[in-house]
T-cell receptor, first 115, second 115 residues
Framework: DAGVIQSPRHEVTEMGQEVTLRCKPISGHNSLFWYRQTMMRGLELLIYFNNNVPIDDSGMPEDRFSAKMPNASFSTLKIQPSEPRDSAVYFC?????????????FGQGTRLTVV | AQSVAQPEDQVNVAEGNPLTVKCTYSVSGNPYLFWYVQYPNRGLQFLLKYITGDNLVKGSYGFEAEFNKSQTSFHLKKPSALVSDSALYFCAVRALGTGFQKLVFGTGTRLLVSP
């Protein structure tokens, strides 16, 4: 298995532009997570999907952020409009169960820079 | 709410020496505990986990961790460090409970192994 695949690996955009990050989870996994990593705040869970349905989006910072999972093999995280403070590394992770003792598998991340 | 503390920002150790990366947690009830490693420009990789049973857990790359309930700790250890172990290490905790329980990460500890 290729693992969790994220694209793009790097994104540089201007403030105010729309940014879309993409994720392909591991086949057979039915839970998907979006995390954001910054020096100041560490790793933060933004949103969690189970069976393609958003279960917990309490970590989404504001309405500029939205996430979708139209099918079991694809998810997007969109920021519109983007701001410099959104600069971070965004990770997608998947697991075959939503919680308990199940570990999540992470993609390599998308490094977003908003200038 | 659950939380994780990694008291050391950085740990330095010489190759061949034993290493310990510290982690303490706070959670209501019994925890699920995890260690992940992050190499530069990569996602987090799962190392090991504690769910129940034996307090000493063995994981990937020769790492192990000891669950100590009385001290609420889950320190990561390795008997003999390698230069290639140099990376960022994250401890994480998830509470037992019904419904979705978030995986909460510590701030990370950078391990530097010198030749």
């Amino acid at each position: 298995d290729a693992g969790v695949i994220q694209s793009p690996r790097h994104e540089v955009t201007e403030m105010g532009q729309e940014v879309t990050l993409r994720c392909k989870p591991i086949s057979g996994h039915n839970s998907l997570f979006w995390y954001r990593q910054t020096m100041m705040r560490g790793l933060e869970l933004l949103i969690y999907f189970n069976n393609n349905v958003p279960i917990d989006d309490s970590g989404m910072p504001e309405d500029r952020f939205s996430a979708k999972m139209p099918n079991a093999s694809f998810s997007t995280l969109k920021i519109q409009p983007s701001e410099p403070r959104d600069s971070a590394v965004y990770f997608c992770a998947s697991s075959h169960r939503p919680g308990g003792g199940t570990e999540a598998f992470f993609g390599q991340g998308t490094r977003l820079t908003v200038v | 709410a659950q939380s994780v503390a990694q008291p050391e920002d950085q740990v330095n150790v010489a190759e061949g020496n034993p290493l310990t990366v510290k982690c303490t947690y706070s959670v209501s009830g019994n925890p699920y505990l995890f260690w992940y490693v992050q190499y530069p420009n990569r996602g987090l990789q799962f190392l090991l986990k504690y769910i129940t049973g034996d307090n000493l857990v063995k994981g990937s790359y020769g790492f192990e961790a000891e669950f100590n309930k009385s001290q609420t700790s889950f320190h990561l250890k390795k008997p003999s460090a390698l230069v290639s172990d140099s990376a960022l290490y994250f401890c994480a905790v998830r509470a037992l409970g019904t419904g979705f329980q978030k995986l909460v990460f510590g701030t990370g500890t950078r391990l530097l192994v010198s030749p």
